[in-house]
């Protein structure tokens, strides 16, 4: 028992039966036809015009020796008798007789066709087509030169070959054989292009189905216009396709013989086959959102997403705030009760200083966690992807992205497990230590918390080094999604009862996982994508959005106080309102987007003056760099404010990042955007120079 | 166990094979006929199947830019291919024969193919009608010739069979029933063809070997006589199916493109939902069904002005279009339902059938009928059904007044041929042929059910009545089937209960017992059943099934045979 593959029944085969019956067939047939065509082209071979027709009689007889004709009493085909008015003729190619009546004819046309065609088939199989009308030259000859009754005796054959039916026969099989070979009929060739139509719609309609439900979902996965010019271009396709159908439609209505019904037949389902993938496909396009459309559904999406990270931070705080009244029970050595203040004691003194250490990590782990390097690679991958349209890689990535991020989430959390237990040990040993190191840290961090909050990887890897000492043990195994939750919450409790070390401790959550988060917490117009990128290439305008919020509520009373108009602005402002029209067209790339948010407030904060009033020490860096506008008009506004050269590192990352703005931007086609940013560049290096000569 | 999926499996392999390109299907008559019930033209068309030929049709084109599928019965088509073998038409043929061909076949098949345009030549074992999942036919009416088998009905149902054990990939344990001479015959062809095919019979094992029951219809005259009140049992009663194919040109004002409507569980959704619910709960389903439609029906219908405008609309909304087709088709087709109905009193009618199918109460359904005997609404074949379900009924009972009944249907103008075919039934169907009791259950828990059913009272008084069908596969799937009245072909035995059963009817399955196999396989889990027939019948097709039996030839003696019979009693 057989079965076909594909089904779950049983078949059974009797085709390698079948060849070997016809095997044996063909090759008597094949060797048949050779031989006719052999002799066909003997008999063609010299010029018979000028040949006597003796002398083309011998050559004749010379070819196929002619069967008796006292052997042949009466004609083979018809049965009459021979005689002296009826007389018999010979057939050329295989020397039997028969009556004038049944002799067919072959003209040379025919005969030259056949001959070339298998000289041909035997050295290249490509042969330029003959004249197609020999056929039809044949029959005619044949029936002239039957009405030709009055015929002489000796009549002289010098443009065609007298054969019997049986060898006309076999010639004229083989004759269409060639015809097929070479002719395609129009409707084969409208037909082929036709599928080939099809075939691309079906190719590109689940693309665009995809984008469409993206965006109209208010994602921004995909661009709206990169959706729109797809749409057009599987539009266009339909219409070919009706087009060609149509035309096969008509094929041969107005010729003369009529095409046989069955060809109509066949026309007219193909149209209907045209015609139903049409409406069945094209019907399946579901329209785009129009930009305006597309802005509200954007923002619908995001309070959605807003109000559903609220109820799970809601869960987050209460769990934490769980924690938290265990650790106070574990740990109460410090005067704050807090495990994290163990480092973070002066915290609230200087706004700022909550989230430097991260930064401040940086630069000394950046390349320890292959994981993290493998998902930034990763990033990046995506990136170019997306620029590239590849949209197919670009969620392969965007799934092995995930995973990284997953096994990277698991990692840190087992890491962290661990190295909490050790944790207890070592925390009388740290105490001093810190208490060193304190200051002498903080000097250190300030510089460096541009430089971190510039850079992405090392942002990770802050989390890292700072695990052993901060991480509480209860907290590590929480997920990701908690940690920037965690984060997200800490705030709440903090502003409270400024109890600033519980911010303190969540804060290298927040760096690793958290700047996306918190920005969309505070503001919910920051983009969701970036949270779905994870540990992506330039989130620090998120972070940098979240910052004002964070100093707001973590800082000193009177900075708080001042700064929380500023974020609640923001908050209702809703600068990305604006710039998602700009942003449309980049949708494809989240990593754009964060950028241009950040001017906004920004500007607004630091016409802010009690800002820098109250908070001095706070670099301003962070805000600006990521932001494409102009990130050099707030580097030299935060200059002075920082009161400290900006570092050689940050500036060359800064050159760095801004290049790989301008990158993108020309993939996006935004060469309004490129302007600027190249200004930006010629600045930055600029600045560069000058602080080298100013340090040397 | 689908036989619909296992047709259309067949039929898309030999499509995918073939390749792209344009194609043709070449078939014979039946073939057709197995094709387009799972196969609906545009679903065929999406797979470059653009002509559809019958390889004996004369009048075919050259058209050599055409691959030629072939799907053929392996009979004397053999010599039509080979004819268009010698003369192809088109540029290549994938040749599949509907079931065993023989290897002489295949040997002239390869002689005839000089141009060598053949690519395949397989045996696709789709060789039967799948009406339903679960329910197959083969479409032969009057298979038996008296009590015995047509022999070329028999060999076609043979192969049917034996087409659909391969198709499904199972080589079964057969029993049949031993009242049936018909049934053993079937029982033995089947066999015989496994003996000698057995390289194709040899699937993997399963622990609980497949069951073949063969049964004859004789055993149940009743059920087919029942006016049926389930969707597609009462569209084939009254309206009558024919390969899903629904000839509603007899309703009065029917329009154009309604004169024949395709019910296809396949692609019909309104239908595949209801095909099994009452007539009461297919009322208020259509209903639904048009209020879905006026809701979906764009508004901008009244901006349709120009035929443009139309056209553009019609092609803009293929799903109105489909829909507002399912719409008018079921629409019609239960209009005219609930027209025949009340025309035909047949609410009454159907409850004293009942009645006389499943009670046991001889005087108050002689009055019944007699009552409607005079009701000048019930026609002339449904007033012959009630007497042949009481001649049936009653045949033996000590009061049986069956001559009075002829009388009435005499008298109340019942043609001959009815008359006759009541005897007929009684011949075909009698008591003296069921192999079982096919009215008093004999087992305490029948009996007591059928006691509380009583009690109870019937949910509904028009489908009380079971198919003798359920208390049998019942039976069957419990491991209670009584060996002596339904013995094994050969000394193997199964021990287990069965899974796979498959039951076939000689003489014709009913929709009713489709419905029947229907519910057991949703209600038994495990257990998977498929009803095939040498047709499915309504009350007219078995009526000439009983004809064609050539058994009311001896019409004659019928009643004395009867009455010869009570009083031997």
Same mark, same amino acid.
């Given at each position: 028992?057989?079965?076909?593959?594909?089904?779950?029944?049983?078949?059974?085969?009797?085709?390698?039966?079948?060849?070997?019956?016809?095997?044996?067939?063909?090759?008597?047939?094949?060797?048949?036809? =050779?031989?006719?065509?052999?002799?066909?082209?003997?008999?063609?071979?010299?010029?018979?015009? =000028?040949?006597?027709?003796?002398?083309?009689?011998?050559?004749?007889?010379?070819?196929?020796?002619?069967?008796?004709?006292?052997?042949?009493?009466?004609?083979?085909?018809?049965?009459?008798?021979? /005689?002296?008015?009826?007389?018999?003729?010979?057939?050329?190619?295989?020397?039997?007789?028969?009556?004038?009546?049944?002799?067919?004819? !072959?003209?040379?046309?025919?005969?030259?066709?056949?001959?070339?065609?298998?000289?041909?088939?035997?050295?290249?199989?490509?042969?330029?087509?003959?004249?197609?009308?020999?056929?039809?030259?044949?029959?005619?000859?044949?029936?002239?030169?039957?009405?030709?009754?009055?015929?002489?005796?000796?009549?002289?054959?010098?443009?065609?070959?007298?054969?019997?039916?049986?060898?006309?026969?076999?010639?004229?099989?083989?004759?269409?054989?060639?015809?097929?070979?070479?002719?395609?009929?129009? !409707?084969?060739?409208?037909?082929?292009?036709?599928?080939?139509?099809?075939?691309?719609?079906?190719?590109?309609?689940?693309?665009?189905?995809?984008?469409?439900?993206?965006?109209?979902?208010?994602?921004?996965?995909?661009?709206?216009?990169?959706?729109?010019?797809?749409?057009?271009?599987?539009?266009?396709?339909?219409?070919?396709?009706?087009?060609?159908?149509?035309?096969?439609?008509?094929?041969?209505?107005?010729?003369?013989?009529?095409?046989?019904?069955?060809?109509?037949?066949?026309?007219?389902?193909?149209?209907?086959?045209?015609?139903?993938?049409?409406?069945?496909?094209?019907?399946?396009?579901?329209?785009?959102?129009?930009?305006?459309?597309?802005?509200?559904?954007?923002?619908?999406?995001?309070?959605?997403?807003?109000?559903?990270?609220?109820?799970?931070?809601?869960?987050?705080?209460?769990?934490?705030?769980?924690?938290?009244?265990?650790?106070?029970?574990?740990?109460?050595?410090?005067?704050?009760?807090?495990?994290?203040?163990?480092?973070?004691?002066?915290?609230?003194?200087?706004?700022?200083?909550?989230?430097?250490?991260?930064?401040?990590?940086?630069?000394?782990?950046?390349?320890?966690?292959?994981?993290?390097?493998?998902?930034?690679?990763?990033?990046?991958?995506?990136?170019?992807?997306?620029?590239?349209?590849?949209?197919?890689?670009?969620?392969?990535?965007?799934?092995?992205?995930?995973?990284?991020?997953?096994?990277?989430?698991?990692?840190?959390?087992?890491?962290?497990?661990?190295?909490?237990?050790?944790?207890?040990?070592?925390?009388?040993?740290?105490?001093?230590?810190?208490?060193?190191?304190?200051?002498?840290?903080?000097?250190?961090?300030?510089?460096?918390?541009?430089?971190?909050?510039?850079?992405?990887?090392?942002?990770?890897?802050?989390?890292?080094?700072?695990?052993?000492?901060?991480?509480?043990?209860?907290?590590?195994?929480?997920?990701?999604?908690?940690?920037?939750?965690?984060?997200?919450?800490?705030?709440?409790?903090?502003?409270?009862?400024?109890?600033?070390?519980?911010?303190?401790?969540?804060?290298?959550?927040?760096?690793?996982?958290?700047?996306?988060?918190?920005?969309?917490?505070?503001?919910?117009?920051?983009?969701?994508?970036?949270?779905?990128?994870?540990?992506?290439?330039?989130?620090?305008?998120?972070?940098?959005?979240?910052?004002?919020?964070?100093?707001?509520?973590?800082?000193?009373?009177?900075?708080?106080?001042?700064?929380?108009?500023?974020?609640?602005?923001?908050?209702?402002?809703?600068?990305?309102?604006?710039?998602?029209?700009?942003?449309?067209?980049?949708?494809? =790339?989240?990593?754009?987007?964060?950028?241009?948010?950040?001017?906004?407030?920004?500007?607004?904060?630091?016409?802010?003056?009690?800002?820098?009033?109250?908070?001095?020490?706070?670099?301003?860096?962070?805000?600006?760099?990521?932001?494409?506008?102009?990130?050099?008009?707030?580097?030299?506004?935060?200059?002075?404010?920082?009161?400290?050269?900006?570092?050689?590192?940050?500036?060359?990352?800064?050159?760095?990042?801004?290049?790989?703005?301008?990158?993108?931007?020309?993939?996006?086609?935004?060469?309004?955007?490129?302007?600027?940013?190249?200004?930006?560049?010629?600045?930055?290096?600029?600045?560069?120079?000058?602080?080298?000569?100013?340090?040397? | 166990?689908?036989?619909?999926?296992?047709?259309?499996?067949?039929? /898309?392999?030999?499509?995918?094979?073939?390749?792209?390109?344009?194609?043709?299907?070449?078939?014979?008559?039946?073939?057709?006929?197995?094709?387009?019930?799972?196969?609906?033209?545009?679903?065929?068309?999406?797979?470059?199947?653009?002509?559809?030929?019958?390889?004996?049709?004369?009048?075919?084109?050259?058209?050599?830019?055409?691959?030629? !599928?072939?799907?053929?019965?392996?009979?004397? =088509?053999?010599?039509?291919?080979?004819?268009?073998?010698?003369?192809?038409?088109?540029?290549?043929?994938?040749?599949?024969?509907?079931?065993?061909?023989?290897?002489?076949?295949?040997?002239?098949?390869?002689?005839?193919?000089?141009?060598?345009?053949?690519?395949?030549?397989?045996?696709?074992?789709?060789?039967?009608?799948?009406?339903?999942?679960?329910?197959?036919?083969?479409?032969?009416?009057?298979?038996?010739?008296?009590?015995?088998?047509?022999?070329?009905?028999?060999?076609?149902?043979?192969?049917?069979?034996?087409?659909?054990?391969?198709?499904?990939?199972?080589?079964?344990?057969?029993?049949?029933?031993?009242?049936?001479?018909?049934?053993?015959?079937?029982?033995?062809?089947?066999?015989?063809?496994?003996?000698?095919?057995?390289?194709?019979?040899?699937?993997?094992?399963?622990?609980?070997?497949?069951?073949?029951?063969?049964?004859?219809?004789?055993?149940?005259?009743?059920?087919?006589?029942?006016?049926?009140?389930?969707?597609?049992?009462?569209?084939?009663?009254?309206?009558?199916?024919?390969?899903?194919?629904?000839?509603?040109?007899?309703?009065?004002? !029917?329009?154009?493109?309604?004169?024949?409507?395709?019910?296809?569980?396949?692609?019909?959704?309104?239908?595949?939902?209801?095909?099994?619910?009452?007539?009461?709960?297919?009322?208020?389903?259509?209903?639904?069904?048009?209020?879905?439609?006026?809701?979906?029906?764009?508004?901008?219908?009244?901006?349709?002005?120009?035929?443009?405008?139309?056209?553009?609309?019609?092609?803009?909304?293929?799903?109105?279009?489909?829909?507002?087709?399912?719409?008018?088709?079921?629409?019609?087709?239960?209009?005219?339902?609930?027209?025949?109905?009340?025309?035909?009193?047949?609410?009454?009618?159907?409850?004293?059938?009942?009645?006389?199918?499943?009670?046991?109460?001889h005087s108050?359904?002689l009055q019944?009928i007699k009552?409607?005997l005079?009701?000048?609404?019930?026609?002339?074949?449904?007033?012959?059904?009630?007497v042949?379900?009481y001649a049936?009924?009653y045949?033996?009972h000590?009061s049986n007044s069956l001559p009075g009944l002829m009388m009435d249907l005499r008298n109340k103008?019942?043609?001959?041929?009815?008359?006759?075919?009541v005897?007929?039934?009684?011949?075909?169907?009698?008591?003296?042929?069921?192999? /079982?009791?096919?009215?008093?259950?004999?087992?305490?828990?029948?009996?007591?059910?059928?006691?509380?059913?009583?009690?109870?009272?019937?949910?509904?008084?028009?489908?009380?009545?079971?198919?003798?069908?359920?208390?049998?596969?019942?039976?069957?799937?419990?491991?209670?089937?009584?060996?002596?009245?339904?013995?094994?072909?050969?000394?193997?035995?199964?021990?287990?209960?069965?899974?796979?059963?498959?039951?076939?009817?000689?003489?014709?399955?009913?929709?009713?017992?489709?419905?029947?196999?229907?519910?057991?396989?949703?209600?038994?889990?495990?257990?998977?059943?498929?009803?095939?027939?040498?047709?499915?019948?309504?009350?007219?097709?078995?009526?000439?099934?009983?004809?064609?039996?050539?058994?009311?030839?001896?019409?004659?003696?019928?009643s004395?045979?009867?009455?010869?019979?009570?009083?031997?009693?």
């Amino acid at each position: 028992m057989r079965t076909c593959p594909g089904t779950n029944s049983a078949v059974r085969s009797h085709l390698s039966d079948f060849k070997k019956h016809r095997a044996a067939r063909i090759d008597h047939y094949v060797v048949e036809v =050779n031989k006719l065509i052999i002799r066909l082209e003997k008999l063609t071979a010299f010029d018979r015009t =000028n040949t006597e027709s003796a002398k083309i009689r011998a050559i004749e007889k010379s070819v196929v020796p002619w069967v008796n004709d006292q052997d042949v009493p009466f004609c083979p085909d018809c049965g009459n008798k021979f /005689s002296i008015r009826n007389r018999r003729h010979h057939c050329r190619l295989c020397g039997s007789i028969m009556c004038k009546k049944c002799m067919e004819l !072959i003209s040379l046309p025919l005969a030259n066709k056949l001959t070339s065609a298998s000289k041909e088939s035997l050295s290249t199989h490509t042969s330029p087509s003959q004249s197609p009308n020999s056929v039809h030259g044949s029959r005619r000859g044949s029936i002239s030169s039957m009405s030709s009754v009055s015929s002489v005796l000796d009549e002289k054959d010098d443009d065609r070959i007298r054969c019997c039916t049986h060898c006309k026969d076999t010639l004229l099989k083989r004759e269409q054989q060639i015809d097929e070979k070479e002719h395609t009929p129009d !409707i084969v060739k409208l037909y082929e292009k036709l599928r080939l139509c099809m075939e691309k719609v079906d190719q590109k309609a689940p693309e665009y189905i995809r984008m469409a439900a993206s965006l109209n979902a208010g994602e921004t996965t995909y661009s709206l216009e990169h959706a729109s010019d797809l749409r057009v271009e599987v539009q266009k396709v339909y219409e070919l396709i009706d087009a060609l159908s149509k035309k096969i439609l008509t094929l041969g209505l107005n010729q003369d013989p009529p095409p046989h019904p069955s060809n109509l037949r066949l026309q007219r389902m193909i149209r209907y086959s045209a015609t139903l993938f049409v409406q069945e496909k094209l019907l399946g396009l579901m329209s785009l959102p129009t930009k305006e459309q597309f802005e509200e559904l954007k923002k619908k999406r995001k309070e959605e997403m807003e109000r559903k990270r609220a109820v799970e931070r809601q869960a987050a705080l209460e769990s934490q705030r769980r924690l938290e009244e265990r650790q106070s029970g574990l740990a109460s050595r410090a005067a704050n009760g807090e495990v994290a203040s163990l480092r973070r004691g002066p915290a609230p003194l200087r706004k700022a200083e909550g989230w430097l250490p991260l930064s401040g990590g940086q630069g000394q782990s950046e390349d320890s966690d292959p994981l993290l390097q493998q998902i930034h690679n990763i990033t990046s991958f995506i990136r170019q992807a997306k620029a590239a349209g590849r949209m197919d890689e670009v969620r392969t990535l965007q799934e092995n992205l995930r995973q990284l991020q997953d096994e990277y989430d698991q990692q840190q959390t087992e890491k962290a497990i661990e190295l909490s237990r050790r944790q207890a040990e070592e925390e009388d040993l740290q105490r001093e230590q810190l208490q060193m190191l304190r200051e002498r840290e903080l000097e250190r961090e300030r510089e460096q918390f541009r430089v971190a909050s510039l850079h992405t990887r090392t942002r990770s890897l802050d989390f890292r080094e700072i695990g052993p000492f901060q991480l509480e043990p209860s907290r590590e195994p929480r997920t990701h999604l908690a940690y920037a939750l965690d984060l997200g919450s800490s705030p709440v409790p903090s502003s409270t009862a400024p109890k600033t070390p519980s911010l303190s401790s969540t804060q290298p959550t927040r760096v690793w996982s958290g700047p996306p988060a918190v920005g969309q917490e505070r503001l919910p117009q920051s983009s969701m994508p970036q949270q779905h990128e994870g540990p992506s290439l330039n989130p620090f305008d998120e972070e940098d959005l979240s910052s004002p919020m964070e100093e707001a509520t973590t800082g000193p009373p009177a900075a708080g106080v001042s700064l929380d108009p500023s974020a609640r602005i923001l908050k209702e402002y809703n600068p990305f309102e604006e710039e998602d029209e700009e942003e449309e067209a980049v949708a494809g =790339n989240p990593f754009i987007q964060p950028d241009s948010p950040a001017p906004n407030p920004f500007s607004e904060e630091d016409e802010h003056p009690q800002q820098r009033l109250s908070s001095p020490l706070v670099p301003g860096n962070p805000f600006e760099e990521p932001t494409c506008i102009n990130p050099f008009e707030m580097d030299s506004d935060s200059g002075p404010e920082a009161e400290e050269p900006i570092e050689e590192e940050l500036l060359l990352q800064q050159i760095d990042n801004i290049k790989a703005y301008i990158f993108d931007a020309k993939q996006c086609g935004r060469l309004d955007e490129v302007e600027v940013l190249t200004e930006n560049l010629r600045e930055l290096k600029h600045t560069l120079a000058k602080q080298k000569g100013g340090t040397d | 166990m689908n036989v619909v999926f296992a047709v259309k499996q067949y039929i /898309s392999k030999m499509i995918e094979d073939s390749g792209p390109g344009m194609k043709v299907l070449l078939m014979d008559k039946e073939t057709t006929g197995i094709v387009s019930m799972v196969y609906t033209q545009s679903e065929i068309l999406q797979k470059e199947v653009y002509l559809f030929e019958r390889i004996d049709s004369q009048n075919r084109e050259i058209m050599k830019h055409l691959k030629a !599928i072939c799907f053929l019965r392996p009979t004397k =088509n053999v010599d039509y291919i080979i004819q268009e073998l010698r003369r192809p038409k088109y540029t290549i043929y994938f040749i599949y024969f509907s079931n065993v061909i023989s290897k002489s076949d295949v040997k002239s098949l390869a002689e005839a193919d000089e141009q060598e345009v053949v690519a395949e030549v397989q045996e696709f074992y789709g060789d039967y009608i799948a009406v339903n999942p679960h329910l197959f036919s083969l479409n032969i009416l009057g298979c038996c010739q008296g009590r015995n088998w047509d022999p070329a009905q028999l060999s076609r149902t043979t192969q049917g069979l034996t087409a659909l054990l391969l198709s499904l990939k199972k080589c079964p344990m057969i029993r049949y029933q031993l009242s049936s001479e018909a049934a053993k015959r079937l029982a033995e062809c089947v066999k015989q063809v496994i003996t000698k095919e057995y390289e194709l019979f040899e699937f993997r094992r399963t622990e609980v070997p497949p069951l073949l029951l063969i049964l004859d219809r004789c055993d149940d005259a009743i059920t087919p006589l029942l006016n049926q009140w389930t969707y597609q049992a009462m569209v084939h009663e009254l309206l009558g199916i024919n390969n899903n194919r629904i000839d509603l040109s007899r309703v009065p004002g !029917i329009s154009k493109d309604l004169r024949e409507v395709v019910l296809s569980a396949e692609n019909d959704e309104f239908y595949a939902n209801n095909m099994y619910l009452n007539f009461a709960e297919i009322g208020s389903n259509i209903k639904n069904l048009m209020e879905d439609f006026q809701k979906k029906k764009p508004k901008e219908q009244q901006k349709l002005e120009s035929i443009a405008d139309m056209k553009a609309f019609v092609e803009n909304y293929p799903q109105f279009k489909k829909m507002s087709g399912t719409v008018s088709k079921h629409v019609t087709v239960v209009g005219e339902l609930s027209r025949l109905v009340s025309e035909r009193n047949l609410l009454e009618v159907s409850e004293v059938e009942q009645e006389l199918a499943c009670q046991n109460d001889h005087s108050s359904a002689l009055q019944n009928i007699k009552r409607l005997l005079q009701n000048p609404k019930v026609t002339e074949f449904d007033a012959a059904r009630l007497v042949m379900l009481y001649a049936l009924h009653y045949e033996r009972h000590s009061s049986n007044s069956l001559p009075g009944l002829m009388m009435d249907l005499r008298n109340k103008g019942v043609s001959e041929k009815y008359r006759k075919l009541v005897s007929a039934v009684v011949e075909y169907g009698g008591k003296r042929v069921r192999g /079982s009791d096919l009215f008093s259950p004999k087992d305490a828990v029948a009996i007591t059910k059928q006691f509380l059913k009583g009690l109870k009272g019937v949910e509904n008084v028009y489908t009380q009545h079971q198919p003798f069908l359920h208390e049998t596969l019942d039976h069957l799937i419990k491991g209670r089937l009584k060996e002596n009245l339904y013995p094994y072909l050969g000394p193997s035995t199964l021990r287990d209960r069965p899974q796979d059963i498959i039951v076939f009817v000689i003489g014709g399955a009913t929709y009713e017992e489709a419905l029947t196999v229907y519910n057991l396989n949703r209600t038994t889990p495990g257990v998977r059943i498929v009803l095939g027939g040498t047709t499915v019948h309504n009350t007219k097709s078995f009526l000439e099934e009983v004809l064609a039996s050539g058994l009311h030839s001896r019409s004659k003696e019928s009643s004395q045979v009867t009455s010869r019979s009570a009083s031997r009693r």
